[in-house]
């Protein structure tokens, strides 16, 4: 994206629940803050917005969505379980533009069963699977295998247990994720081999940053070679101490051009905005989309973040750029030579 302008008014949305501890409350208002600040400094009036409560619409009404393009950096509605989506409904109900992927597609990453059809019929990579409602789990007879809840996010529901290498085990796990999480279970292939993260921004013209890779070199038991909520989320636990993450990844030139393309293709084929990051494993000289993240975090640590410093982006530059890339649907700051 050429000239990008510093000087969009932004409207930061996030998430603050109240029944968070203390320490969490504190750790996400200095991300904030970070994230707000960074704009700031590079000439973007900004204003923060904290979501409480499931009432977005009323916490929305002080604002004309004229007046700001808001930076989606809400993950729930406080109290509403699975409502990531629905941040981004009341927003386009209301006619607000926002950085990010549409309601559609945020719904469509916690519908894993929809996710993996679509993967299939774009001729994507992505590993053998089934979803089952019952613990009787029938022929399936590829192991190592993965137990997931179908209509989860964020690893939520993925430990060590959730990898299974036997249908005593997977007849187990199932019947654990049906009475769990109250949903189907989907079964994949485990594939045990090297992880990638890649981040990939753009609308039309669009692009890979840098692949990070999720390193578990030091993790010799399968069932923790898994990027879990805990390992993501809890500093100080063990598998949060053990995993490195390396960017940019180590990979031949062949290799690098393939994995692009298979994030590429993903991106495009599950309707990505703005930015998003595409979850793939290598194994046997093939890439495999292990999931599709349209809404992932962008704190100073994550993956997405020192991907863009690599080809030269400050945080605050990395954001800005997002918020151009939404400027671009705005009726007021909009350009007709805008090119994203």
């Not at 979501?51 to 729930?76: H, K, M, Q, T």
Request: net charge negative; aromatic share 10%; hydrophobic share 40%.
């Amino acid at each position: 994206m050429d000239d990008i302008r510093h000087n969009l008014p932004v409207l930061l949305l996030h998430n603050m629940n109240p029944e968070w501890a203390p320490e969490d409350r504190r750790e996400s208002e200095q991300d904030v803050a970070t994230l707000g600040n960074a704009l700031k400094e590079l000439g973007h009036p900004i204003e923060v917005v904290a979501v409480e409560d499931g009432r977005l619409a009323d916490r929305l009404s002080a604002f004309d969505p004229r007046d700001y393009i808001v930076f989606n950096w809400c993950e729930e509605l406080p109290g509403v379980p699975h409502s990531e989506p629905e941040v981004a409904a009341v927003m386009e109900r209301l006619g607000f533009v926002f950085t990010g992927s549409s309601y559609d597609v945020l719904a469509l990453s916690y519908d894993k069963p929809r996710e993996k059809r679509l993967l299939d019929e774009a001729l994507l990579p992505t590993p053998p699977w089934h979803v089952f409602d019952a613990p009787e789990v029938g022929r399936w007879n590829i192991f190592p295998a993965i137990v997931k809840a179908a209509h989860e996010h964020c690893s939520i529901g993925i430990s060590p247990e959730s990898v299974v290498t036997s249908p005593a085990e997977l007849e187990n796990r199932v019947a654990f994720v049906l009475e769990t999480h109250k949903q189907p279970a989907l079964v994949e292939e485990f594939i045990n081999g090297r992880e990638f993260q890649d981040a990939v921004w753009g609308n039309g013209r669009i692009s890979v940053l840098p692949a990070a890779e999720i390193d578990y070199c030091g993790l010799t038991d399968i069932r923790d070679r898994l990027f879990t909520h805990e390992a993501k989320y809890f500093p100080g636990s063990r598998l949060y101490e053990r995993i490195d993450l390396r960017v940019p990844a180590e990979l031949d030139p062949t290799a690098w051009a393939e994995l692009e393309q298979i994030a590429l293709a993903t991106y495009r084929a599950t309707g990505c905005r703005d930015y998003g990051r595409i979850d793939i494993r290598y194994l046997n000289g093939v890439f495999y989309v292990i999931d599709v993240n349209p809404n992932p975090d962008i704190n100073p640590l994550t993956s997405i973040t020192y991907a863009a410093a690599e080809v030269g982006y400050s945080y605050g530059e990395m954001g800005s750029r997002i918020v151009n890339l939404a400027a671009a649907r705005h009726p007021v700051f909009r350009r007709s030579n805008t090119s994203a």
